[in-house]
């Protein structure tokens, strides 16, 4: 991988983990900043799909299989998207949807352990061939 390419990812990771932990963190401040209404719920939620970009945006500096790349990021921003509507509840939502997105986060972390399980050669031969 060239050094654009690997500068890029991390130039890219920096701004999405910065901004994201940032709407996460403080969701006023990030509100006020960004010209946005101080929805904390919704900021929340920005923050953690940014951290998610990050997150894969860093991992694409290792791993070449896009599939469990995205699977993995998918599952990790869900599952934190779950946790969002679980702390925030009192803000919007309903009851159901911290457990309705933990499911999708299982259904998508069985994915990435069926996917981590076919060995590399076998997913790439499969890949060619698809």
Excluded: K, Y
């Excluded at 130039?11 to 994201?20: N, V």
């Excluded at 069926?114 to 060619?128: C, F, I, T, Y």
């Amino acid at each position: 991988m060239s050094i654009l390419i690997r500068t890029a990812l991390l130039l890219a990771a920096a701004s999405m983990l910065i901004t994201g932990g940032w709407a996460r963190v403080d969701p006023a401040g990030f509100a006020a900043w960004a010209g946005w209404p101080n929805h904390v719920h919704f900021l929340h939620d920005a923050g953690v799909f940014q951290l998610g970009i990050g997150l894969m945006l860093v991992c694409a500096l290792r791993w070449r299989d896009v599939v469990t790349l995205v699977l993995a990021g998918f599952v990790v921003t869900n599952t934190f998207h779950a946790v969002n509507h679980a702390t925030d509840l009192d803000l919007s939502g309903r009851a159901s949807d911290p457990w309705l997105l933990l499911a999708l986060s299982l259904v998508g972390a069985a994915g990435l352990v069926a996917r981590l399980r076919v060995p590399a050669a076998r997913r790439a031969g499969q890949e060619a061939g698809a």
